[in-house]
């Protein structure tokens, strides 16, 4: 499925999540990382109210846009709803031994030039890169 | 007040998001298909998000405290171990497989999308797996937790 590129929305995308990472750093003094603020929203033990409070503010996000333009952001899935629990697995045992993802080791972390946040950013998007390459172009899927 | 202000802040990730193409798997496949059907859009989410935050950081983490809290909570490891770079490894795989990560997914539940409730559930599901697995690893060798 081929997708069009959008380059301002994308880099707009991306300034309004690093000045939402950068608020929560002067206000909180906490890395904006979605795997820490929803482990720690279900399973505390301390700060789950903000943490949900975080959360309910992302998923307002969608409905903002469709107030403004008048459609939900495009969600298009190219791939089976077994893929979707699958990969979400995968996702969710990866990012508890690796404590972080994009958010937090690719933005945040690299941010602050962590060794360990640029190692594990160049490890997830190598293995997501051959992972992608292997599903489209060796099983055909 | 601190909840109002912490939900503004997540309210403008969830708009980032939103209008970035992150929460699009259709949009974050094409990026890693660079052999097939490529679209390069993300490399300036990333870029501008790092860009953003990196020089962001620079003026806050010189304040002696945030506004709201009495420190800084910033990571402390510094070791690349095996945990690390395998959970990182892993991560990809599910993110190649799917299309989503948390940071995309968890905006995108707003629109009460299906494959979006599945992904999620499915997410917090391998959470839960790894966490019990954590404490099972901490408990056979507590020395090395």
Redesign the interface.
């Given at each position: 499925?081929?997708?069009?590129?959008?380059?301002f929305?994308?880099?707009?995308?991306?300034?309004?999540?690093?000045?939402?990472?950068?608020?929560?750093?002067?206000?909180?003094?906490?890395?904006?990382?979605?795997?820490g603020?929803?482990?720690g929203a279900?399973?505390g033990p301390q700060g789950r109210?903000?943490r949900i409070?975080?959360?309910?503010?992302?998923?307002?996000?969608?409905?903002?846009?469709l107030a403004l333009t008048g459609s939900?952001?495009?969600?298009?899935?190219?791939?089976s709803?077994l893929?979707?629990?699958?990969?979400?697995?995968?996702?969710?045992?990866?990012?508890?031994?690796?404590?972080g993802?994009?958010?937090g080791?690719?933005?945040?972390?690299?941010?602050?030039l962590?060794?360990?946040s640029i190692?594990?950013?160049l490890?997830?998007?190598?293995?997501?890169?051959?992972?992608?390459?292997v599903?489209?172009?060796v099983l055909g899927g | 007040m601190?909840?109002?202000?912490?939900?503004?802040?997540?309210?403008?990730?969830?708009?980032?998001?939103?209008?970035?193409?992150?929460?699009?798997?259709?949009?974050v496949?094409?990026f890693?298909?660079?052999?097939?059907?490529w679209?390069?859009?993300?490399i300036?989410?990333?870029?501008?998000?790092?860009?953003?935050?990196?020089?962001?950081?620079r003026f806050?983490?010189k304040?002696p405290?945030?506004?709201?809290?009495g420190?800084?909570?910033?990571?402390t490891?510094?070791?690349?171990d095996a945990?690390?770079?395998?959970?990182?490894?892993?991560?990809?795989?599910?993110?190649?497989?799917?299309?989503?990560?948390?940071?995309?997914a968890?905006?995108?539940?707003?629109?009460g999308?299906?494959?979006?409730i599945?992904?999620?559930?499915?997410?917090?599901?391998?959470?839960?797996?790894?966490?019990y697995a954590?404490d099972l690893m901490a408990r056979a060798q507590p020395a090395r937790a």
């Open positions: 499925m081929e997708t069009a590129f959008t380059p929305a994308s880099l707009g995308g991306g300034i309004l999540i690093g000045l939402a990472a950068t608020l929560l750093m002067l206000v909180s003094g906490r890395v904006m990382g979605a795997t603020i929803l482990s279900i399973w109210d903000w409070a975080l959360l309910a503010g992302m998923a307002t996000g969608p409905l903002v846009l939900f952001p495009a969600i298009e899935v190219p791939v709803t893929a979707m629990v699958l990969g979400g697995v995968l996702v969710g045992i990866g990012v508890t031994f690796g404590a993802c994009t958010s080791h690719g933005v945040c972390g690299m941010a602050r962590s060794t360990r190692v594990a950013t490890t997830f998007m190598l293995t997501t890169g051959i992972t992608v390459y599903v489209r172009h | 601190r909840l109002i202000v912490l939900y503004l802040i997540g309210l403008v990730f969830g708009i980032g998001i939103s209008i970035s193409g992150m929460a699009n798997p259709a949009k496949l094409n890693f298909d660079v052999a097939g059907t679209d390069p859009s993300l300036f989410v990333m870029g501008g998000a790092l860009v953003t935050t990196f020089i962001g950081y806050v983490l304040r405290t945030p506004l709201m809290e420190t800084f909570h910033l990571p490891k510094t070791d690349l945990r690390l770079i395998g959970g990182s490894a892993v991560f990809g795989i599910g993110w190649g497989i799917s299309g989503f990560c948390p940071g995309g968890l905006p995108a539940l707003g629109t999308n299906l494959n979006v599945a992904f999620v559930v499915s997410l917090v599901a391998g959470m839960a797996a790894a966490r954590q």
